[in-house]
Each structure stands twice: as structure tokens, then as C-alpha cells.
């Protein structure tokens, strides 16, 4: 079974750094569009030798292999990949299965429009749609962000996690971080083609 997910990056915020911890409440305008970042999972039964995950970084043309629950430090195992790694061990996943996750983005890393972000939002709403769990696109930004900001200490606002859940043209209101309130606003389809 393959399963696929995408998520837009965002490109612009307007209130961007109201949607930290040092800030704690704020207000942010932002717009999510493509290219997205796509994940694909293919699930197979796993053999003697198989790893639990196998995970394809097609930008950077590398191979992960890892088991589950093993690595006591995801940045000094996988370095820049350890979000990879995170994402696919957040969602608890049956032992006796391999996950082959293909993850690529045409946005380029580093480019300062919110990648990570969508690179988990697109690994975990995959994998929820593999085990049905159906959580909300609400619940898949603040597990994306508490991965970031938890699990890996990165310094990181709510805002880009919420954009690639929801897409398109959205209005975050930090009631008090990390929680939050997102609006659509809504824009005639010609404004926002343009846009893209």
C-alpha cells in the first residue's frame, strides 16, 4: 500500500516572530502555496533484515535505514535528517512493517519559507492516513511543531506548521503559544493563481 501526502510552503508572514515562545501571543498573515512537499509511504510487510523505516531524502539523493525507538539522539545520528527521523517515530507504528518513505520538495532547504515545517506535516498526515487515526489538520501543526521545538530544540514559531496544514491565505491568532486560532481568508481563485 502507498500512501501520499502533500503540504505547500510558505511565503510570506506578516506578524512573522508573534508566534514564538518569547513572544507568546501575536498575530500573523500568511499564505501557503505550492510547490508543495510530498510524501510518499509505501507499507510492506518487513523481512529478517529489513529496518522498521527506510526513508529517501530525494533531495539530497541520500537513504536512511533505522529501527524504531532506538536512537537516544536523532541530530548526532542523522544530523540535518533528523526531522526525518522524528516524524516517522512520532507516529507509533506497527513493528512488523517496513515504511519506505520518500519525502521531496522542489522549494529548496534552507530557503527560509517554512520546508521543515511542511516536510513533517507531509510525513505525518501520510503515516495518519496509513493507521487511520484521523486527526485533525490542527493536530497534525501542533505535533509538527512540537517535533521541531521539543523533541529537537530548533527554535521555531507555530506559524509555518499551521500554513502547511491549512494552505492558501490564513490569519493566526496566538492566544497564548503555543496554542492558537487559524482563519481562512478567502481570495477569488484568479488572486490567488496569481499568487502561486
Not at 47 to 56: G, K, T
Not at 133 to 154: C, D, F, M, R
Request: charged share 20%.
Amino acid at each position: 500500500m502507498i500512501f501520499r501526502c502533500k503540504a505547500p510552503v510558505r511565503i510570506c508572514d506578516l506578524g512573522g516572530w508573534t508566534d514564538t515562545w518569547f513572544a507568546q501571543s501575536g498575530r500573523i498573515l500568511n499564505i501557503a502555496v505550492y510547490p508543495c512537499v510530498e510524501a510518499n509511504v509505501l507499507v510492506r510487510r518487513r523481512q529478517d533484515n529489513d529496518p522498521h523505516f527506510i526513508i529517501r531524502a530525494e533531495n539530497y539523493g541520500e537513504t536512511l535505514h533505522f529501527p524504531s525507538k532506538t536512537h537516544d539522539n536523532p541530530l548526532e545520528e542523522f544530523g540535518k535528517h533528523a526531522l526525518l527521523q522524528v516524524a516517522c517515530e512520532a507516529s507509533y507504528l506497527p513493528e512488523d512493517l517496513c515504511f519506505e518513505v520518500s519525502i521531496f520538495s522542489e522549494a529548496p532547504a534552507g530557503a527560509s519559507i517554512g520546508t521543515s515545517a511542511s516536510v513533517s506535516v507531509a510525513i505525518l498526515g501520510a503515516l495518519d492516513l496509513f493507521s487511520q487515526n484521523q486527526v485533525t489538520p490542527h493536530e497534525i501543526a501542533q505535533k509538527a511543531h512540537h517535533l521541531e521545538s521539543e523533541v529537537l530544540g530548533w527554535q521555531s514559531g507555530i506559524q509555518d506548521q499551521f500554513a502547511a496544514v491549512h494552505g492558501g491565505i490564513s490569519f493566526i491568532k496566538v492566544t497564548r503559544y503555543p496554542h492558537a486560532k487559524v482563519t481562512s481568508v478567502d481570495v477569488s481563485p484568479r488572486v490567488f493563481n496569481e499568487l502561486e
